[in-house]
């Protein structure tokens, strides 16, 4: 028999819900660090609400100019995408019904914090009793204390739930010393922000860093970057990992004590 306590982690879920329903398998914990919605696939861009709404030439004309860095551009292809549809109302819809399925898919227990493309303000609607929702928050989970940090910094992106760089640093604060820090970004260090793939410096936060060198937690946990140039690397005590990219992977990060 396993003795111990394990919990399994995932971030960037992006619409995967059946590996999601499969991801607290063995473990007595899920934690997800967020990014439940799937706007647009980069691997397959006939997936996610863009698509959907738009059809797959128009995702492929915006993954190509967003992947050339021509983000101007590609704002005004989704500006004229978008003229006379009540945006809103329409990307409201299509989250409800992934989030309906994605909330269902979560284990008891599972502990949420929410990403950069997520919208916090319809997540009570839909996390049900054995879901606890953290954001600059500290949970006991298995005997040690983990604090939650949700969102992502501004960024030419421009995703739903990107804060600034003050209002962020302040949930981190509210923290204080923790055993683990999960966050859905990374820390500000080149090598965890790199994305190989996209070729681009995905935006980290001075603010977790800091922490990180200061209260020394023995894990740092992230997404958000979704192939990183360094999945792991540890600064002073601290072990920091992206858990991976859970919607291409189907597989959580495990972590046992």
């Known amino acids: ?20 329903a499969r991801a ?11 990014d439940l919605v799937l706007f647009l696939d980069y691997a397959d861009h006939s997936r996610g609400i863009f698509p959907e709404l738009f059809g797959v030439e128009n995702a492929d004309r915006i993954v190509e100019l967003r992947t050339a860095r021509r983000f101007e551009e590609a704002r005004e292809l989704a500006r004229g995408l978008w003229d006379g549809i009540d945006r809103d109302s329409a990307v409201e819809k299509a989250v409800r019904g992934q989030y309906a399925e994605l909330f269902a898919a979560f284990p008891t ?39 939650f940090v949700g969102g992502g910094l501004r960024s030419q992106m421009r995703t739903p739930y990107e804060i600034d760089e003050e209002t962020y640093a302040a949930k981190v604060a509210a923290l204080g010393e923790v055993d683990v820090l999960c966050s859905h970004i990374p820390p500000d260090v080149p090598e965890l922000c790199y994305d190989t793939v996209a070729r681009r410096f ?7 860093l800091e922490a990180i060198k200061a209260t020394r937690p023995k894990y740092a946990l992230f997404g958000h970057v979704h192939q990183p140039l360094a999945q792991r690397m540890r600064i002073g005590d601290t072990e920091c990992v992206n858990v991976g990219h859970f919607a291409s992977s189907g597989t959580p990060w495990a972590l046992e004590w």
Do not use: Q
């Open 202 to 208: 995905e935006r980290g936060s001075s603010a977790l």
């Open 24 to 34: 607290g398998d063995g473990a007595d914990a899920l934690v997800c660090l967020g």
């Open 1 to 20: 028999m396993r003795g111990g306590f394990r919990i399994h982690v995932v971030s960037d879920v992006h619409g995967n819900s059946e590996a999601l």
């Open 109 to 147: 227990p599972t502990y949420a914090t929410y990403g950069n493309v997520d919208i916090p303000g319809l997540w009570p609607e839909y996390a049900r009793p054995g879901t606890t929702v953290l954001d600059g928050e500290r949970a006991e989970i298995g005997g040690r204390v983990f604090g």
